[in-house]
C-alpha cells in the first residue's frame, strides 16, 4: 500500500486532515459538491516534511463571496505553515465550477484557492475571488494524471485531457513571475523550475526531490550541489538557510530558467 499504487492507504494522520477538510466542504457546498480528490505529493509519493495536503473540489454553481469566507475560515483552522508549532500540515485546497472542468479554457478557472502563501490575506479578512492562472492549468494536468477520489468520479470522467501545448505554454507564462518571486523562496523556486525543466524534456510529472536528482547530473556541479541542498531540506534530512547563497542559488535559477526557455524557444521553432 503505496502512495500513487492501486490500493491506497494513507496515515492516521493524513485520513483524519481528509475527513476534515471533506466535511467543511460538504457542509458549506451541501449539494453543490460535486466531487473531491487528493492529489500531490501526499497520494503519488508520499509527503515530505513541509509538503502540503492538496485537494482539489469541484462544486455544481459559482461560489458566492459568503461561501467562500466560510470555507477558508474553516480551513485556517485545519491548516498550518510549516514550522509555526502547530503540528498541522499546510493545506493547499482548489474549488472548481464544474462547468469549468468540462469546458475547459486557458487558463484554467478556479472558484476558490486556499493555501498557507494566503493566510495573511485571509486574516485582513479579504476573500478571495474566483481567478483564472495558468498554474491552475499545470495543476489540473498534473492531477488528471495522478490522484485519488475522495467523493465522486476518477477526475478523468469531469476533466477533458490537457495538451501538451498547453502546458508548455503555462510553463512560460508562469517562468517570469517565478523568478521574480525568488527572494524568500528560494528552495521552492529552485526546485520547481528543475520540475519544469524535466516536464517539458521528459513530458512526465515527478516529485521535485526526483526533478532535482533528473536536473543535477546535467547541470555544471556548483549548481548541481545548490540543487542537492535544495533536495536534501524537501527531504527533511537537513534544515536550510539561504542567507549566505543568496547569490549562487540566484545564479542556478537563473540558470534553470535558461534551460526551461532555452526548451520552449526550441518547440517554438519547429
Not at 477538510?21 to 466531487?35: G, R, S, T
Not at 469546458?103 to 479579504?126: C, D, K, M, N
Not at 549548481?223 to 549566505?244: F, M, N, P, T, V
Request: aromatic share 6%; glycine share 8%.
Amino acid at each position: 500500500m503505496t502512495p500513487g499504487g492501486d490500493t491506497y492507504s494513507a496515515t492516521a494522520d493524513l485520513q483524519e486532515t481528509l475527513e476534515s477538510v471533506l466535511q467543511i466542504l460538504q457542509q458549506h457546498l451541501a449539494d453543490e459538491l460535486v466531487a473531491a480528490w487528493l492529489h500531490g505529493s501526499a497520494f503519488s509519493s508520499g509527503l515530505q516534511p513541509d509538503s502540503d495536503v492538496d485537494i482539489l473540489a469541484v462544486t455544481e454553481q459559482p461560489m458566492s463571496a459568503a461561501v467562500r469566507a466560510e470555507i477558508i475560515e474553516a480551513l485556517m483552522r485545519h491548516s498550518g505553515y510549516p514550522g509555526d508549532g502547530s503540528g498541522l500540515r499546510p493545506l493547499e485546497v482548489m474549488v472548481f465550477r464544474c462547468s469549468d472542468l468540462v469546458e475547459l479554457q486557458y487558463p484554467a478557472r478556479s472558484e476558490l484557492v486556499y493555501g498557507e502563501w494566503l493566510r495573511e490575506t485571509f486574516e485582513a479578512g479579504e476573500v478571495p475571488e474566483a481567478e483564472s492562472d495558468p498554474e491552475l492549468t499545470l495543476v489540473l494536468a498534473q492531477a488528471r494524471r495522478q490522484s485519488l477520489p475522495l467523493l465522486g468520479p476518477e477526475l478523468s470522467e469531469l476533466l477533458p485531457p490537457i495538451s501538451e501545448a498547453e502546458v508548455w505554454r503555462a510553463t512560460g507564462d508562469l517562468l517570469p513571475g517565478l523568478l521574480a518571486g525568488f527572494e524568500g523562496d528560494e528552495r521552492n523556486v529552485l526546485l520547481t523550475l528543475a520540475r519544469m525543466w524535466r516536464t517539458l524534456e521528459v513530458g512526465d510529472f515527478v516529485p521535485k526531490d526526483v526533478a532535482a536528482r533528473w536536473a543535477q547530473v546535467r547541470v555544471a556541479a556548483e549548481h548541481g550541489e545548490l540543487l542537492e541542498y535544495a533536495r536534501q531540506a524537501y527531504l527533511g534530512a537537513i534544515q536550510d538557510s539561504w542567507k549566505e547563497r543568496t547569490q549562487k542559488a540566484l545564479s542556478t535559477a537563473c540558470l534553470l530558467a535558461d534551460r526551461v526557455e532555452g526548451v520552449l524557444s526550441r518547440e517554438r521553432g519547429k
